[in-house]
């Protein structure tokens, strides 16, 4: 089976071709433009998709050197997303789905974030916990099959790779602040300054208390030293990044224990943080539990985990039609 698949759901333009399971090619062109503004710019960003999405599915294609014809199905990141972007991709899969006569399938991005671990060995098996960090999302999902999975909490407020990207800002980092603030991190002394751990009933989670007390902490030294940032950077790092793994830790031992759950995994683009890596290996240790992380690659916004969830899709005989449309909130369940 031969899937081309699209993401497009946010800053990163993205194409993968399947090969009976495996991926042969998962190209992702980043989008520059947005970091002299501090953030991702929604128009700007549809139209960078526009301009790199027929380079990057070429690319791709001519990568896993497989042809339009050899293709069994077209898919595409439905939701959620920025709408702009979405529409980008979509309205591309759904032409040249036409256009080649091909079925297509709409991808669930967050479904698709999950299911990256079954794209590399080792592979969580069927039920498992998944912690999803990134951008927009933090949730924990207890994944019965691939198209079968249940929310059980997640973020109130800001998501925690917002956490990161909006403490950073106030530190003066670049966007997206959270891998700077991550290497900062690794040379400072992450109880030096504590700061509040959000905490919330049952599963859920919140981080915009974070932000407000780094803010207001941020305030009150400057005011005193106006060099207090520069001169306590990574220890000011290293504690963010502490407060911010003991809030998602602390929902996550809770969750697993609740549900007899001993697999656990982790998703997303805050996956790649070294100090959350270490901090779930630790606790796998002493709690035994199988941690599974995907490869940095498949963190991230990328087709490959488009693809691999658009196969279980064809598998289960989850085709869309013309009709379908691109669904900026789209729920995973
Ligand atoms: P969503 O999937 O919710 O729509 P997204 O796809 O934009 O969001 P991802 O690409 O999965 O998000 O992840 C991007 C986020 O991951 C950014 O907030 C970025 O700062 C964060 N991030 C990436 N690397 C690190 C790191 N090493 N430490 C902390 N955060 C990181
Ligand atoms: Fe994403």
Redesign the pocket.
């Known amino acids: 089976m031969t899937i081309l698949a699209i993401e497009s ?4 333009t993205s194409a993968a071709v399947l090969v009976n399971g495996e991926i042969r090619s998962n190209v992702v062109a980043t989008q520059q433009v947005h970091e002299q503004y501090g953030g ?1 710019v929604p128009e700007l960003a549809s139209r960078a998709h526009q301009q790199h999405l027929i380079p990057v599915v070429e690319a791709a294609l001519q990568k896993a050197g497989v042809s339009k014809a050899d293709l069994d199905a077209i898919a595409f990141t439905q939701g ?2 920025l709408l702009g972007s979405l529409l980008v991709g979509g309205m591309f899969a759904k032409t040249l789905a036409l256009a080649l006569n091909k079925p297509l399938i709409a991808v669930n ?2 479904r698709a ?1 999950i299911l990256a671990h079954f794209i590399e060995d080792p592979k969580p098996r069927f039920p498992f916990l998944c912690l ?6 933090t949730q924990l999902v207890v994944v019965r099959s691939a198209l079968d999975m249940q929310i059980i909490g997640q973020t109130t407020d800001d ?4 956490a ?2 909006k403490t ?1 800002k106030l530190l003066g980092l670049p966007y ?4 700077h ?3 900062l991190a690794r040379q400072g002394n992450p109880t030096r300054f504590p700061l509040p751990v959000g905490t919330m009933p049952g599963y859920d989670f919140s981080f915009s208390g974070l932000k407000t007390a780094v803010l207001y902490f941020l305030k009150k030294e400057t005011a005193k030293n106006p060099d207090f940032i520069q001169e306590n950077l990574p220890d000011l790092c290293a504690s963010i ?1 502490h407060t911010i793994i003991q809030t998602l830790l602390r929902q996550l031992r809770r969750a697993a224990h609740d549900q007899g759950l001993t697999q656990v995994a982790l998703a ?9 890596r270490q901090a779930l290996q630790d606790e796998a240790a002493a709690q035994g539990w199988e941690v599974f992380i995907p490869a940095f690659q498949y ?3 990328n087709a490959g985990m488009v693809a691999i969830t658009a196969q279980f899709q064809y598998k289960a005989g989850d085709f869309a039609d013309q009709l379908v449309s691109s669904d900026p909130r789209l729920k995973l369940a």
């Open positions: 759901s946010c800053d990163d991702v959620p997303g991005h967050m974030h999803t960090v990134s951008g927009g999302h998501a925690a790779g917002e990161f990207d950073g997206p602040a959270g891998p603030l991550d290497k990044q997303g683009g805050v996956a790649a943080n070294s100090g959350l963190c991230t916004d």
